[in-house]
């Protein structure tokens, strides 16, 4: 079966650079959620998404931002990149919202040096 | 959502079942429990959910007491691909809006040959 499908799966870039972190959802999935994962760290919540509009908004720092586009892809920019942003960032999919079940991607490893 | 607490730590002979705690003591009536796991590194996995009866699927049970106020995961017969952390989460069923999922600790499952 389809799964959720993260573009690119490694990054490295130095402080102070952008970087644009893609994100392709299962196939009819409407809803698509940003995580990040710290070294260490379990997974925390960054935006989600559901038919284009930003639904929800956790802990995203002001020099990120995100979207979903026509097709249900999303795009997570980073700007003016910090070496605390090295970490695992991860895409979930659901078809519909409230309690419906997560599907993750492999997610992007961005080391910002 | 209501907090969830489980232990850092658990190890299973391999072949055995695996049974995971969660307590969930202040959950409310339309609060769900979800089950992900995560192997290293790797995206979370869903595993199953429940409301108040008891649920399985090709993957584990889950198990919830009568008042709500704990649950189980088991993996009836673990293996060493089941390693990983398993993380208890509990969720609104009936909330509009893309529910996002917090990860607390987990649990540290390690199966041993």
């Known amino acids: 079966a389809a799964g959720v499908i993260q573009s690119p799966r490694h990054l490295i870039k130095e402080k102070r650079e952008t970087a644009t972190l893609k994100c392709y959802p299962i196939?009819?999935?409407?809803?698509v959620y940003w995580y990040q994962q710290g070294p260490g760290q379990d997974p925390q919540f960054l935006i989600s998404f559901y038919e284009k509009m930003q639904s929800d908004k956790g802990s995203i720092p002001d020099r990120f931002s995100a979207q979903q586009f026509s097709d249900y892809h999303s795009e997570l920019n980073m700007s003016s990149l910090e070496l605390g942003d090295s970490a695992l960032y991860f895409c979930a999919s659901s078809l519909g919202t409230g309690a419906a079940e997560q599907y993750f991607g492999p997610g992007t490893r961005l080391t910002v040096t | 959502d209501a907090k969830t607490t489980q232990p850092p730590s658990m190890d299973c002979a391999e072949g055995r079942a695996a049974n995971l705690p969660c307590n969930h003591s202040t959950i409310s009536g339309n609060e769900y429990v979800y089950w992900y796991r995560q192997i290293h590194s790797q995206g979370p996995q869903y595993i199953i959910h429940?409301?108040?009866n008891n649920e399985t699927n090709e993957m584990a049970s889950l198990i919830i007491t009568e008042d709500r106020k704990s649950s189980t995961l088991i993996l009836p017969h673990a293996t060493l691909r089941d390693t990983a952390v398993y993380y208890c989460?509990?969720?609104?069923?009936?909330?509009?809006?893309?529910?996002?999922?917090?990860f607390g600790q987990g649990t540290r499952l390690t199966i041993n040959p």
């Open positions: 196939p009819r999935h409407d809803t």
């Open positions: 429940g409301l108040k």
């Open positions: 989460i509990v969720r609104a069923a009936l909330i509009q809006g893309a529910q996002k999922l917090v």
